[in-house]
């Protein structure tokens, strides 16, 4: 590693994830303020809820990181959860840098860019694990950790200012079931090295006892499925490869065929296939083969456990998936956490097999699912295999942040910050500080398009979701100042009680726009926008009056 010139810094840049769990975003740049070059470590995404009404996919805004695109080296992914890699196919086209992940991670990024028609394009360079990989300033080292999914690492990155240790996703798992236990001879040699930084995983700072080992879930599941008579679907996550081999064995022992259903749960295991993750003893049947089953010889291995409407779970739930049936007497086991923000779709998916007399269990009814983070007592036993001069927390709301850095200090890291997205951290030389603000927010997909945040449109939907909407239409002789045709009125998403009180409703709003024509000046006839404006002004006030709510109102006045 070559000796640092004059002016040059290290810094580090959140741009998702630092306030939030999900949306990962992080880059480091390194030399002079005015040419630093630029590595990019994660590019995943968050995902709608009933905020953002049709939008499925949010995406971190990486303005800043297109102004200085030229000067990006790489895209650096640490593993492949979707709030890791799931905004690669979006923005890539934003950068064009190269890609570089461990074979699984690649596998599954080669599939979203191909779904884009991006494969070809973009160029993903595989590493192998504990590999190293060389970009301008930035040395970067694969770490061996352990995690709820295949091949999870953490970066050493190594530069002239000094080493900064990024964890990615992590948990201390001494029988991960799949994949190599927490490489603890490299982070030893990098205390010994000296660690300047570590960004590192907060989620679970708030839990005190250890997660828990997949090899325990996997006895538990075993157990379980050996008390149930009938047919069982599980719902876990697709990229938990670990427990879908769980699922797989646990099942042998219970002398049932496992099948997949939902489109990710199949990606993910024909990729851990593919590369070698998964083994290739392990075999699954067809949604046809597993209807002529009998009750007690098959399992349903299903995506949808967070409630997701359009999931293969809820599908089944609702009756309508096309040939998966889960029926009176069968059984549905959650093996997989509620993530905040679910709560509610989760709960009426329980509710909705309860009502059909199917068994629900979940984690809370047996141990079968622990966490992919590191909970207290795993993050104190990080700092004292790390030892980093600087504490930076990620990966976590504001609160696990602030928590993060109170037992960083307890146990004397020197420094530690508690990162905003945007903020523009220099790490080296001299004291850890925030010296700049880099803009950040969020990027809504919507359908194919990618539009702002705070796009008109969002707020149109919100507003018809929350007061609904009204169109009045009329035709107009503007010579003879006389209404021709209509008022004519149509309500969305508002009720009049019954029908005869919608009558009533509609009456004073059509009264309401005839009243308001009928008081226009000439000019404000013969001015098309101002005359439609001037209508719907009163129109919302008769609707505010008659429904306690503001509709979006809007009139449209045709002149014949």
């Known amino acids: 590693m070559s000796a640092p010139k004059a002016g040059d810094e290290l810094v580090f840049l959140p741009l998702g994830g630092s306030g939030e769990i999900g949306m990962n975003l992080n880059a480091y740049g390194y030399g ?105 300033p930035f040395e970067i080292e694969y770490v061996t950790l352990t995690h709820s999914i295949p091949e999870p690492n953490g970066l050493a990155i190594r530069t002239p200012l000094g080493l900064v240790w990024h964890t990615g996703d992590w948990k201390i798992d001494p029988d991960p079931t799949i994949g190599e236990t927490t490489d603890e001879e490299a982070l030893r040699k990098m205390r010994d090295e000296g660690v300047l930084a570590m960004v590192c995983d907060s989620t679970n700072v708030f839990v005190e006892e250890h997660t828990g080992s997949e090899a325990g879930v996997r006895d538990e599941l075993k157990k379980l499925f050996l008390t149930l008579k009938s ?37 993910v295991t024909a990729a851990a296939k593919a590369v070698g993750v998964l083994p290739a003893d392990i075999n699954f049947i067809s949604e046809n083969e597993a209807a002529v089953l009998p009750k007690s010889k098959v399992l349903y291995l299903c995506t949808g456990s967070q409630g997701e409407p359009r999931a293969a779970l809820s599908r089944i739930a609702a009756g309508e998936h096309r040939s998966v049936k889960i029926e009176q007497g069968d059984a549905v086991i959650f093996s997989s956490r509620v993530i905040p923000g679910n709560e509610t779709s989760i709960y009426a998916l329980y509710n909705r097999f309860a009502e059909r007399g199917v068994e629900v269990v979940t984690d809370r009814d047996w141990p079968i699912h622990v966490s992919g983070h590191p909970s207290r007592v795993e993050l104190v036993q990080m700092y004292k295999w790390a030892r980093p001069r600087i504490a930076i927390p990620v990966h976590g709301e504001r609160r696990h942040i602030l928590e993060h850095v109170k037992l960083a200090l307890e146990l004397q890291t020197p420094e530690a910050l508690a990162p905003r997205n945007g903020d523009l951290i220099r790490l080296a030389p001299g004291p850890a500080e925030v010296i700049d603000e880099a803009p950040s927010g969020r990027l809504y997909v919507d359908g194919e398009i990618i539009i702002e945040s705070d796009d008109e449109a969002m707020g149109e939907r919100r507003k018809l979701s929350a007061d609904g909407a009204v169109t009045v239409t009329m035709a107009v002789n503007v010579k003879k100042r006389a209404i021709v045709s209509g008022p004519d009125v149509r309500v969305r998403g508002l009720s009049g009680g019954d029908d005869a009180g919608m009558d009533k409703l509609l009456e004073e709003l059509a009264e309401a726009a005839e009243l308001a024509y009928s008081k226009m000046s000439g000019a404000e006839r013969n001015d ?27 009139a449209v006045i045709l002149t014949v």
């Open 32 to 136: 002079p303020p005015d040419n630093r070059k630029w590595i990019i470590v994660d590019l995943g995404v968050t995902f709608g809820g009933s905020d953002q009404p049709g939008v499925d996919i949010i995406l971190p805004d990486p303005a800043f990181l297109e102004s200085v695109k030229e000067n990006i080296l790489g895209i650096v992914l640490t593993h492949a959860h979707e709030d890791h890699i799931g905004a690669v196919p979006w923005l890539w086209p934003r950068f064009k840098a190269p890609i570089y992940a461990t074979p699984f991670t690649a596998a599954l990024v080669r599939e979203k860019l191909r779904e884009r028609g991006l494969e070809t394009k973009a160029k993903i360079i595989e590493t192998p694990l504990k590999g190293i990989v060389t970009l301008g």
């Open 231 to 267: 047919r069982i679907a599980v719902a876990a996550f697709a990229s938990n490869v670990a427990r879908v081999q769980s699922v797989v064995l646990a099942a042998r022992e219970a002398k049932r065929q496992v099948c997949l259903v939902g489109r990710s749960m199949l990606r």
């Open 528 to 554: 098309e926008d101002a005359a439609e404006e001037i209508v719907a002004r009163a129109v919302r006030r008769t609707a505010e009056r008659s429904w306690g709510k503001r509709p979006m109102v809007e």
